[in-house]
C-alpha cells in the first residue's frame, strides 16, 4: 500500500530527501514512510508540515490530471482572455512594456504584473510573439504557459486543504479539497495563460496563514499574511476582498487593543507596499493613481436589469465556465435545478448540526469573504454600460478557500448521497466541458468599444 507522505518545508538546512530507496536526515526519518524536503525561504523560523494521506494523494492526482487534460486538449487560446495574457507575458519576455489599451488584444495590460513576470520567464527563449490562431493543438509557449498554471493549480489544492483543516476535521477537508479539484471553472482557469490562477493560490495562502490558531501570537504570522495578500494584489486587484476577512480575524484576537493595532500595522505595511509600487507604476505609464482599463468607456448603469443580469452571470459561471467566451456552459435549466439543490443540501446539513465555536467562526468569515467578493464584483461590473462583460463567477474566487469547507461540511452533515451526487455532477460537468472543447473551432472575440478618454 501506498504510504502516507509528509513534507517538511523549514528555513534551516539545505534541500533533503527522504525515501525508502535514499538517504534520511534526521535519522528519525528512516522508517522509509516518509518523504521529506526542506528549503529555505526569506522568513524567520517558518517551519510548515504538510502530511499527505494516500486519500489526499488521490485528489490530487486527479486534479493536475483533470488540469492537464484541459491544458493540452484545448484548442490554442480557446480559454477567456487567454490570448490577450499570453501577448503582455511574451512582450516582457521580448523586452517590451505593454501599454493598456481597450481594444482586442491590448486590454490587459493594465492589470498588475506579477503573474506576467514569472509567466515572463516560462516563455524565455520560446520565440515571437504568436498571432492569435484557430487551431486544436496549443502550441508550444502557450503549453508553458498553461503547465504553469496547472502548477499553479496544484498549489492552491494543497494550499486549500491545509486552510480546510483549520476548520474541519481530516475527511471534510479532503472533500473540500475535491471540491476544488473538480471545480470546472476552476480547472480552467488553472489549466490556461491566465492571472486568475496565482490570484487563487495566494489568497488562499493568505487565508490559511490568517486561520492559524498561532495568528498574532508572533509578529511573522502577521508579516507573513500581508506578505502575501501584497503579492496576491500585484497579482490582481481583487486581492483587496480579503481585508475585511482578515480584519474579522484581527478583531477576535486577544491582548488588547495594543496588541490588535500592533498586527494589523505588521500586516498593512506589506500591502502599503505593494499598493504604493501599483500607483507608481500607473503614474509613470498611464498618469493616474488607479488605472484599471484605462480609455475604456464607463458610466455607471444601476438599472434592475444589469443587476438582475450581473447576479444571474456570476451565479451560473462560478461553477461551469469554458470556452473563449465562457461560451461552453450547460443549459440554463441545468443550473436553474443543480445549483439551488446543492445550495439547499448544504444550508440543510449546517442546519442539522450543533455548530461548534469553530464552525461558527467558519461560517462567519466565509459569509464576510463572499460578501466582500461580491459587493467588489457588482461594483465593478455596474461601473459599466450595461452588457459589459465583467461579472463572473471567478470574482469570487480570492475566498474559494473558505466557501469549500463550508460547503463540503453542509453536504457531509446533510448526508453521504448528497456528497457523492454533488461532486459527481462537478466531475461529470468536467467531462463533458472537455469533450465540448476538444477539437472544436473558437467563436470570434467580442468586439471591444473604441476607445474614449476615462469618465470615471
Not at 501584497?230 to 475585511?244: I, R
Request: aromatic share 8%.
Amino acid at each position: 500500500p501506498l504510504p502516507p507522505a509528509r513534507i517538511t518545508v523549514s528555513t534551516f538546512g539545505l534541500a533533503r530527501i527522504v525515501s525508502p530507496f535514499g538517504w534520511s536526515e534526521p535519522p528519525t526519518a528512516r522508517s522509509g514512510r516518509t518523504f521529506a524536503a526542506a528549503v529555505c525561504l526569506p522568513i524567520p523560523a517558518l517551519d510548515v508540515t504538510l502530511t499527505l494521506s494516500r486519500r489526499l494523494l488521490l485528489i490530487l492526482a486527479l486534479g493536475v490530471g483533470l488540469r492537464l487534460a484541459f491544458a493540452l486538449l484545448t484548442p490554442a487560446f480557446d480559454a477567456a482572455d487567454e490570448y490577450p495574457h499570453y501577448r503582455v507575458a511574451a512582450a516582457l519576455a521580448d523586452g517590451r512594456l505593454p501599454v493598456s489599451r481597450p481594444v482586442f488584444p491590448e486590454y490587459e495590460g493594465f492589470q498588475p504584473p506579477l503573474y506576467y513576470a514569472v509567466a515572463a520567464l516560462a516563455l524565455t527563449g520560446a520565440g515571437p510573439v504568436l498571432p492569435l490562431m484557430e487551431q486544436a493543438t496549443p502550441p508550444g509557449p502557450l503549453v508553458r504557459l498553461r503547465l504553469l498554471s496547472v502548477l499553479i493549480g496544484l498549489g492552491t489544492l494543497i494550499a486549500a486543504h491545509r486552510l480546510a483543516r483549520r476548520w474541519v476535521e481530516p475527511t471534510t477537508a479532503d472533500l473540500a479539497t475535491l471540491f476544488v479539484a473538480v471545480l470546472p471553472t476552476h480547472i480552467a482557469l488553472t489549466a490556461s495563460a491566465t492571472n486568475d490562477g496565482l490570484l487563487v493560490l495566494l489568497s488562499t495562502a493568505a487565508l490559511a496563514v490568517l486561520s492559524r490558531d498561532s495568528f498574532g501570537r508572533h509578529d511573522r504570522s502577521a508579516l507573513l499574511t500581508g506578505l502575501l495578500i501584497g503579492l496576491a494584489l500585484l497579482t490582481k486587484l481583487n486581492a483587496l476582498v480579503l481585508l475585511p476577512v482578515a480584519a474579522l480575524r484581527i478583531g477576535s484576537l486577544d491582548g488588547g487593543v495594543r496588541r490588535r493595532v500592533r498586527v494589523t500595522a505588521l500586516m498593512l505595511g506589506p500591502v502599503a507596499v505593494a499598493a504604493a509600487l501599483l500607483v507608481l507604476r500607473n503614474a509613470l505609464l498611464y498618469g493616474e493613481a488607479v488605472a484599471v482599463n484605462p480609455g475604456a468607456a464607463v458610466g455607471w448603469s444601476l438599472t434592475p436589469a444589469h443587476l438582475v443580469w450581473s447576479l444571474r452571470t456570476l451565479g451560473w459561471s462560478f461553477w461551469v465556465a469554458l470556452g473563449r467566451r465562457y461560451d461552453v456552459h450547460p443549459p440554463t435549466s441545468v443550473f436553474l435545478i443543480a445549483v439551488p439543490l446543492a445550495l439547499a443540501a448544504a444550508g440543510i446539513g449546517w442546519w442539522r448540526r450543533e455548530l461548534s465555536p469553530v464552525e461558527r467562526r467558519l461560517a462567519l468569515g466565509t459569509a464576510v469573504g463572499l460578501a466582500a467578493a461580491l459587493v467588489a464584483s457588482l461594483g465593478y461590473t455596474l461601473s459599466y454600460p450595461a452588457g459589459t462583460m465583467t461579472s463572473w463567477g471567478k470574482n469570487l474566487y480570492p475566498v474559494l478557500g473558505l466557501v469549500a469547507p463550508t460547503l463540503a461540511l453542509g453536504w457531509r452533515s446533510a448526508g453521504r448521497w448528497v456528497t457523492v451526487v454533488a461532486l459527481g455532477t462537478l466531475l461529470v460537468g468536467c467531462g463533458w466541458g472537455l469533450i465540448q472543447l476538444t477539437g472544436r473551432t473558437p467563436p470570434p472575440n467580442p468586439p471591444m468599444p473604441d476607445p474614449v478618454e476615462t469618465i470615471r
